[in-house]
């Protein structure tokens, strides 16, 4: 059973055998179970208080295969620390969004830097951290949210294209019967030459001639 359940069945059981009893040690133990539960929710929610995040600089787009980096900076405004924050960054970008604990120093800060490979095409969101802090015993849990989500297209890798040499139209001085032209510019106009095909003459000209 979890802990969360089990604590509480532990209380009442306490509690009912110290209204059965009256023994001053079982309502001592049940008084001090009680204020381990109270410092361990205001511990969560100390913990996570005063934190602020400042979100670097993302792109718009990426290739697959080519890499980026991502900043994230903890600043903690309070003079306590902050101990044991699990921070998680919500995305749904391929390879990222791995949860890792640390702590910040009062009055200071913390980067983050974490380069990110674009695994894969498509449009994605990142940008956005989680900051959760637990009380003791992982009783209670307090979670923030810093930072709008951000949108990536990530773009198939660009490939070479083979050189390719466009037809240049113009005069021909090519032998019968390799004319290509197909221009309706009349300054690209020869002479007829034996072997011509006739879909390749421009009548328009040939009947002012």
């Known amino acids: 059973m979890k802990v969360r359940v089990v604590v509480p069945i532990m209380l009442l059981l306490i509690l009912v055998l110290a209204l059965a009893t009256g023994f001053v040690l079982i309502w001592r133990l049940l008084f001090v179970l009680v204020a381990m539960l109270l410092v361990s929710y205001f511990w969560s929610v100390l913990h996570v208080h005063g934190i602020d995040v400042r979100v670097g600089q993302l792109p718009d787009w990426c290739q697959v295969g080519e890499s980026f980096d991502e900043e994230f900076v903890l600043v903690n405004k309070d003079r306590w620390p902050k101990v044991l924050l699990k921070v998680q960054e919500k995305t749904d970008l391929p390879g990222q969004g791995e949860p890792m604990f640390l702590s910040v120093p009062g009055a200071a800060s913390v980067s983050l830097r974490n380069k990110v490979l674009c695994r894969r ?10 900051v959760t802090a637990s009380g003791l015993f992982g009783l209670f849990s307090q979670q923030r949210h810093f930072g709008e ?7 198939p890798t660009a490939q070479a294209l083979p050189h390719v040499e466009l037809l240049r139209v113009g005069n021909s001085t090519s032998g019968a019967g390799t004319s290509g032209e197909f221009s309706p510019n009349a300054s690209t106009i020869r002479e007829y030459q034996a072997g011509d095909s006739r879909r390749h003459v421009h009548w328009q000209s040939t009947v002012r001639t």
């Open 121 to 130: 095409r498509g449009s994605f969101e990142l940008g956005s951290l989680g």
């Open 149 to 155: 989500p951000r949108g990536i297209m990530i773009y």
